[in-house]
């Protein structure tokens, strides 16, 4: 009676190991090939995003699609290592991109940003007019205040490779902000 105790707890303690060990695996390929968590530090996309506003980033479009102009995006940081930076695609390749007296051009047409605050002035710092090469994009914070967003005003367009996710969807703060992201 003894022996088929202990086998009986043998056989449920090495379920309950298989059960954990797939829901481990399970959960890494969730978050290596189909969406991710991000956490937003700074308020370089203020008003669009706050600090300790919690995010998620879908992957999986990534696999058929490169990101829409107007998509905010998830990055690897290209001038900070194992730093990722929450950005908005302005251009994509093939586009012009130029700052002109503190508006933003796509394509020699003033880009309609009512993202961003009324009123503000995107600042630029040595150049201001960028060329979209193939598999790359440029992106801009929305906070355009000067310094307020390291982007492709300081680092230039970004490869594809280096995105991690889109971002569609705020999951904290459960308030008023709480959704959809424009």
Known sequence: MDEDKNKNTKSEA?????????AIVIAVLIKTFIFNTTYVLGNSMYPTLHEKDRLFA???????????????VVLEAPDVPNKD????????????VA????????????LEEDYIEEGAYTHVYEEN????????VFVLGDNRDE??????????????ESIKGITSFRYFPFNNRFGKLD
């Open 14 to 22: 090495f379920e309950w190991i298989k059960s954990i060990l797939l």
């Open 58 to 72: 879908n992957k999986v479009s990534l696999y058929f699609s490169e990101p829409d102009r107007g998509d905010i």
């Open 85 to 96: 930076y929450i950005k908005r695609v302005i251009g994509v390749a093939g586009d012009t």
């Open 99 to 110: 700052i002109i007296d503190g508006k933003v051009y796509l394509n020699d047409e003033l």
């Open 129 to 136: 007019h960028w060329e979209v090469p193939d598999e790359h």
């Open 147 to 160: 310094g307020a967003s390291k982007d492709s005003r300081y680092f230039g367009c970004v490869s594809l």
